[in-house]
């Protein structure tokens, strides 16, 4: 389906995280180990936070990341405490810059793992549910925007968490009512600029791969030759659809039914589950 990854900490160059990596995420777009595809070109996207402006800036291309060479030129001078990064497999829609990943709405900046089963088939209803003041602001047609949008109408900005939950709660009520079986598949990060969530969960208890970096000062004390390390602070934090190398110690899946925040008044990892709309 998709891969992606989030930073949040010392500020460094994009091309530290997307590149430098044994498995990095342009390694990932043509050698998955734990996606659904081993290649995933189907357009790749960056957005990130700069020192000046509250909203991020995002770029997407239809073109596969490995070979993207404007990803390439921005990775390498740009630098940024707070970064996502997608590289897409398309689950049936078209493939457009519109539909590549991460989508911003104001401050706030989603990207997604997976996909709403039988799209096609519930796509009328979840539009209709959502707020017509955001509608115009929809550009794309994947199950991916549908579900940002969807979370905004549910109260994102107030709420991450329990918009979040009323989101999947619409979706699989109403691939319930369409007769799917197991109506949503997700991992999800979600990002204000400030505050970092991301959420694993599936219908079907069988979510996509999720991970997260183990603590920097623990990582420090089992690898202290690790130049890295050393550069970065104890508040940096990565989440990956699957782990950048094979740093012993250095990743932990995310539990199944499970979201997490990165904060500054200290990290969370709770239990999640779809509430009612």
Request: glycine share 8%; proline share 7%; net charge negative.
């Amino acid at each position: 389906m998709c891969r992606w990854l989030a930073y949040s900490g010392t500020p460094v160059l994009l091309d530290a995280i997307l590149y430098r990596p044994t498995h990095s995420l342009i390694d990932q777009s043509l050698h998955s180990r734990l996606g659904v595809e081993t290649t995933n070109g189907d357009g790749c996207g960056i957005g990130w936070y700069g020192p000046q402006v509250d909203t991020p800036a995002i770029v997407r291309d239809i073109g596969p990341a490995w070979s993207n060479r404007n990803l390439r030129e921005i990775a390498g001078h740009v630098s940024s405490p707070l970064f996502f990064a997608h590289i897409r497999a398309s689950t049936g829609t078209a493939v457009q810059q519109t539909n590549c990943h991460p989508f911003r709405h104001g401050r706030w900046m989603w990207m997604h793992n997976g996909s709403v089963a039988d799209f096609h088939r519930v796509r009328r209803d979840l539009a209709l549910a959502v707020d017509p003041r955001l509608f115009p602001d929809m550009e794309g047609s994947t199950d991916s925007e549908m579900m940002f949008y969807l979370a905004l109408t549910f109260g994102l900005e107030q709420d991450p968490p329990g918009a979040v939950a009323r989101m999947a709660g619409l979706v699989e009520r109403t691939g319930h009512e369409h007769g799917v079986e197991f109506p949503l598949q997700m991992t999800v990060a979600v990002t204000d600029g400030h505050r970092l969530w991301s959420f694993r969960y599936s219908s079907q208890e069988a979510s996509r791969s999720l991970f997260y970096s183990t603590r920097v000062e623990t990582l420090r004390a089992l690898h202290p030759d690790v130049a890295f390390l050393r550069e970065i602070s104890d508040e940096t934090r990565l989440i990956v659809s699957e782990p950048l190398g094979d740093l012993p110690g250095a990743w932990n899946e995310v539990p199944e039914s499970t979201y997490g925040v990165v904060q500054p008044e200290g990290d969370e990892m709770l239990p999640f589950a779809p509430q009612a709309a």
